[in-house]
């Protein structure tokens, strides 16, 4: 598959800002996803880039940038239900290859 | 209401008993996948299906089928499981590879 990857776990406090890095293959790309999982649930999708530059959606903005096969997610102002694994996941021509994911720790 | 739903949500079989898990959406989707989600591993593609009749392998679909006879319903068919495809599986649809995914519940399979 497609190697993707992004940190393992992060922390932050409540109110702060966090940024999740992720690189990937660029080999065939047609397409950056971010998707939150909560423990116990299935993913949901969070954002979809396929051009370059950053996409604010809310609190959630997320940045891709094609030539170096990079990608991030920013979270701003946190709550404390932004405690989950966030997921980067490529689409390489009709194939779809996930990160192992992010856990991101929210303390009060 | 929009949704994918997968059958059964856990599962607990023994080794080499045939086994299908089912998968639909309502959502009139043409792209269907199965993944395996493992600790440490994340979100692994067995199968995708671009639309009827179409499918095509993932990542890892050693010991796994899967068949597309409609557009709704996309199973995941262990002919012959073992110890090791112990793990969440989930099943999800979009209008295409390039497009938000929607994700079943998950189907907990613990094979002894």
């Known amino acids: 598959g497609q190697n993707i990857d992004q940190p393992t776990e992060m922390t932050a406090t409540e109110g702060a800002i966090v940024q999740i890095n992720c690189t990937y293959q660029?080999?065939?790309?047609?397409?950056l996803f971010w998707y939150q999982q909560h423990a116990g649930e299935a993913p949901t999708f969070l954002s979809y880039?396929?051009?370059?530059g950053l996409e604010e959606k809310g609190r959630f903005s997320s940045f891709l940038s094609r030539s170096k096969g990079y990608s991030y997610l920013l979270l701003k102002e946190l709550q404390m239900k932004d405690s989950a694994s966030y997921l980067c996941?490529?689409?390489?021509?009709?194939?779809?290859?996930f990160g192992a994911g992010t856990t991101v720790t929210v303390r009060a | 209401e929009a949704q994918v739903t997968q059958n059964p949500r856990y599962l607990i079989t023994v080794t080499g008993k045939k086994l299908t898990v089912t998968c639909s959406q309502n959502m009139n989707h043409e792209y269907m996948s199965w993944y395996r989600q493992d600790p440490g591993l994340g979100l692994r593609q067995i199968y995708y299906s671009m639309n009827v009749e179409v499918t095509d392998k993932g990542d890892v679909p050693e010991g796994y089928k899967v068949s597309r006879k409609e557009k709704r319903n996309f199973p995941l068919i262990l002919e012959s499981p073992s110890p090791n495809q112990t793990s969440l599986y989930f099943c999800a649809s979009s209008q295409n590879a390039n497009t938000e995914a929607f994700f079943g519940q998950g189907t907990r399979l613990t094979v002894v």
């Open positions: 880039n396929v051009l370059d």
């Open positions: 660029t080999s065939g790309f047609n397409g």
């Open positions: 996941s490529s689409a390489n021509d009709y194939k779809l290859s």
